[in-house]
């Protein structure tokens, strides 16, 4: 049921010829007069224009139209446009409604009889809706400035400093204990290979002494709960089981710690293995030339590991009788350092980069003609002690990937047939005798 008093304007712009090259705009025209609680139909070549406009504005004040459809182009460019005109003539701008006869219909259509009919019935929807609009009023509401950003890897940080660059407070949230997730954990960024580090470390420390920047790590965002401007959120702050105002971060209470790392507390436990008169010397001639307890056993276990090419079980416990220090200390930075190894290895010790670049130019090919050619897989060591395979992040020579660097040798620009060729040298009793 239409409201006597309900009286609608309908323009269909042309849009040049981007609507009335498919679009049979005097017929779309012609159809909407027809429609009940039409009081107006017209057509424009481009009823945004000014002269358009003024024609929306002069029917509105002259014919006492109550609402107005405007069947042009897409509301992303324009509905604002309409509005404006029907406020500046009295009529409330909600009262508006825009059919989108261009992107939804002349652009995706090519015969014209099915494009018009189209357009008649995008008309025809959009004046029944617009009956039913109600007058709105736009109102101003406090809105609280804050920002929450939740994830702090690199785009999180990145927003947070922009937003906090701003003059805005920022609440920046992420559940691990530390920030930057996965780009904190690459060697370089893909395409241009730069260090990840030296992009992402300066972010960080902005971050941290950003004045407008509130850090919450490891917590998590439970519920969120209000509208647009004036969100209540819920963060969990997970248990720290440290004083945060005192903690400087350098670590020491993880040794301590009963809760969270046990597993770290109780290395594994070494067997039980006599010490023969050769190692128990070689590991005293190498420890007394290091002065110092528990500094010194890097470069003691390095001196070692040298000669060893491995770290046998008694001979940790050699270092750790001879230094006093503990033998979980001493465990632990074996296990910690990659260029150390609890297990024999080979005297040619084979890494496969498979950093971004290598990888881009072919590492895995080459990984898998060296485990074929060695018998081997990744982290094993052949019978004779002869070589062990084993793969690295990065070797710092994108500009030669793929490589492979056996002891202190680089091998650049490698091919499948080169890996092959490379392992018969290796083989070679020349090559035996002067590894």
């Given at each position: 049921m239409?409201?006597?008093?309900?009286?609608?304007?309908?323009?269909?712009?042309?849009?040049?010829?981007?609507?009335?090259?498919?679009?049979?705009?005097?017929?779309?025209?012609?159809?909407?007069?027809?429609?009940?609680?039409?009081?107006?139909?017209?057509?424009?070549?481009?009823?945004?224009?000014?002269?358009?406009?003024?024609?929306?504005?002069?029917?509105?004040?002259?014919?006492?139209?109550?609402?107005?459809?405007?069947?042009?182009?897409?509301?992303?460019?324009?509905e604002t446009t309409f509005r404006k005109v029907c406020d500046e003539a009295g009529l409330n701008p909600f009262l508006f409604q825009m059919a989108n006869i261009r992107e939804h219909c002349s652009w995706?259509?090519?015969?014209?009889?099915?494009?018009?009919?189209?357009?008649?019935?995008?008309?025809?929807?959009?004046?029944?809706?617009?009956?039913?609009?109600?007058?709105?009023?736009?109102?101003?509401?406090?809105?609280?400035?804050?920002?929450?950003?939740?994830?702090?890897?690199?785009?999180?940080?990145?927003?947070?400093?922009?937003?906090a660059d701003s003059g805005k407070k920022v609440y920046l949230v992420e559940k691990e204990p530390s920030i930057g997730g996965h780009m904190a954990k690459f060697d370089k960024t893909f395409p241009t290979l730069d260090c990840a580090a030296c992009i992402l470390?300066?972010?960080?420390?902005?971050?941290?002494?950003?004045?407008?920047?509130?850090?919450?790590?490891?917590?998590?965002?439970?519920?969120?709960?209000?509208?647009?401007?004036?969100?209540?959120?819920?963060?969990?702050?997970?248990?720290?089981?440290?004083?945060?105002?005192k903690c400087t971060g350098c670590g020491q209470c993880v040794e301590n710690c009963l809760v969270k790392n046990r597993t770290y507390l109780e290395p594994p436990v070494l067997p039980q293995v006599e010490l023969d008169e050769t190692k128990r010397s070689l590991v005293d001639r190498v420890a007394a030339r290091h002065d110092g307890g528990a500094e010194a056993v890097v470069p003691i276990l390095q001196d070692i590991s040298e000669i060893l090419n491995w770290l046998p079980p008694e001979v940790l416990r050699r270092v750790s009788e001879v230094?006093?220090?503990?033998?979980?200390?001493?465990?632990?930075?074996?296990?910690?350092?990659?260029?150390?190894?609890?297990?024999?290895?080979?005297?040619?010790?084979?890494?496969?980069?498979?950093?971004?670049?290598?990888?881009?130019?072919?590492?895995?090919?080459?990984?898998?003609?060296?485990?074929?050619?060695?018998?081997?897989?990744?982290?094993?060591?052949?019978?004779?002690?002869?070589?062990?395979?084993?793969?690295?992040?990065?070797?710092?020579?994108?500009g030669l990937a793929p490589v492979v660097m056996v002891g202190d040798t680089f091998y650049g620009k490698l091919t499948p047939s080169k890996a092959a060729r490379l392992v018969g040298k290796l083989a070679e009793p020349k090559a035996s005798a002067v590894a």
């Open positions: 239409i409201a006597p008093s309900t009286r609608i304007g309908v323009y269909v712009c042309h849009c040049g010829t981007n609507i009335s090259h498919t679009v049979d705009v005097g017929a779309v025209v012609a159809h909407a007069a027809a429609l009940p609680g039409v009081a107006v139909a017209k057509e424009y070549r481009y009823m945004c224009s000014d002269p358009g406009q003024e024609i929306i504005r002069r029917d509105i004040e002259e014919q006492g139209l109550t609402r107005v459809v405007v069947a042009s182009c897409s509301p992303l460019m324009h995706v259509h090519s015969d014209r009889e099915q494009a018009t009919a189209k357009a008649k019935r995008l008309v025809r929807a959009a004046i029944q809706r617009v009956r039913n609009h109600v007058p709105l009023e736009e109102r101003e509401v406090p809105v609280r400035p804050e920002t929450l950003v939740v994830g702090a890897g690199i785009a999180g940080i990145e927003a947070a400093l922009r937003i470390t300066p972010k960080m420390v902005n971050v941290g002494q950003h004045p407008n920047i509130e850090l919450l790590s490891y917590s998590e965002v439970e519920e969120v709960s209000g509208f647009v401007g004036n969100f209540r959120v819920k963060v969990r702050r997970k248990a720290r089981y440290v004083d945060e105002d230094k006093h220090v503990p033998l979980e200390h001493i465990v632990r930075i074996a296990t910690f350092y990659r260029s150390f190894s609890l297990k024999p290895r080979g005297r040619h010790i084979i890494n496969v980069c498979m950093g971004t670049a290598c990888h881009v130019q072919g590492a895995t090919r080459i990984l898998e003609t060296l485990e074929r050619e060695l018998g081997l897989a990744v982290g094993e060591t052949t019978s004779d002690m002869r070589f062990t395979l084993e793969t690295v992040r990065c070797v710092g020579c994108c």
